[in-house]
């Protein structure tokens, strides 16, 4: 018997050239957008499957915005092939539109009407929306149900955005930067909001300069540099991170000792036998998300 599972075991990016992908959420091939001169987009490749958290990072001026811009159908394009959700978003009509849940950089937080007549305003704009109390409830905004938007906290702000984002039943989501401004708290709760998301099915394309909250989200990162995708893996496999070796450190003599090691666990055992008890200040690291995607910005910018 074979098993099938919803995302498939090849991680990288699609080659420049190959058809542009049916089943995908998303699909982009040689992508190009220009502002006069400059060349913002130049010949981006992308799959995004259905179901996935894709988590797509960069520094600043990359592209990221762009990119999504053009999925989203608010910005037009110099080049390439381009489909959201079977759809040249050029071309897409209400009915791909109500499909897309968008949740941008700014938001909506301003207004006089309350929580509850946000939502419910939004909701009325779409064939099959969820119900706003429910919403609400499910970004923990219940207690704010008749607060108007402009008294809410930075982080209950985001919350509405999101809440408003969703409230369309979206299947395809859209975050730029959701947790700009969170308090480590209110962070994991909307980590927890994003997978419960994802559980119901929706496939979310995320813009992140957190790279943790990459790492603690995403099933698959893309790094965006100069216009063009440098490497799309698992978190854990970017930039050869899974075969990088393991850093061992620990105390000893009162000196700090470290020793990259491609089997810390012999090394580590072959340590413990010249202590009597525990290894001082023992610790075992790889190197982060963090560590290769700056190394990848800083070899793409030489
Ligand atoms: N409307 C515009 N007019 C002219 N240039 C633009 C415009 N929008 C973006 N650009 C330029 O295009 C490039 C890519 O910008 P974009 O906003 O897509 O980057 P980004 O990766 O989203 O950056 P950030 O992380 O800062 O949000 C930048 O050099 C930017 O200055």
Redesign the pocket.
């Known amino acids: 018997m074979t098993s099938t599972s919803a995302v498939p075991t090849s991680t990288a990016a699609p080659r420049a050239g190959e058809p542009l992908d049916p089943d995908a959420a998303i699909s982009v091939r040689g992508l190009v957008?220009r502002?006069?001169t400059?060349t913002?987009?130049d010949g981006l490749d992308l799959d995004i499957r259905r179901g996935e958290i894709f988590a797509l990072l960069?520094?600043?001026?990359?592209?990221?915005?762009?990119?999504?811009?053009i999925c989203e159908g608010f910005r037009d394009r110099d080049g390439g092939e381009v489909r959201v959700l079977g759809t040249d978003p050029a071309s897409g009509g209400r009915r791909w539109k109500a499909q897309l849940g968008i949740v941008l950089?700014s938001g909506a937080g301003d207004s006089q009407l309350t929580c509850r007549e946000l939502l419910r305003a939004q909701a009325s704009y779409y064939p099959d929306p969820r119900d706003p109390d429910e919403v609400l409830e499910l970004v923990g905004l219940t207690g704010k149900a008749r607060a108007r938007g402009r008294s809410l906290s930075g982080g209950q702000r985001r919350r509405l955005d999101v809440a408003l984002g969703i409230v369309g039943r979206p299947s395809l989501l859209f975050l730029d930067?959701p947790t700009t401004g969170f308090d480590p708290e209110a962070r994991r709760q909307f980590w927890s909001l994003i997978r419960s998301l994802r559980d119901l099915g929706t496939t979310m394309l995320l813009?992140t300069?957190y790279l943790d909250e990459a790492e603690a989200l995403a099933d698959r990162v893309g790094v965006?540099a100069h216009?063009r995708l440098a490497e799309v893996a698992v978190p854990s496999e970017l930039g050869g991170r899974g075969r990088a070796p393991a850093v061992v450190s620990w105390t000893e003599d009162g000196v700090r000792h470290s020793e990259a090691t491609a089997t810390p666990t012999a090394f580590v055992s072959a340590l413990s036998a010249r202590f009597p008890g525990e290894v001082p200040d023992l610790a075992v690291a790889r190197p982060t998300l963090e560590d290769v995607y700056l190394q990848m910005i800083g070899e793409a910018r030489a």
């Open positions: 957008k502002y006069g400059a913002a987009v960069g520094p600043n001026g990359a592209g990221k915005t762009t990119t999504v811009e950089q930067e813009t300069h965006i216009g």
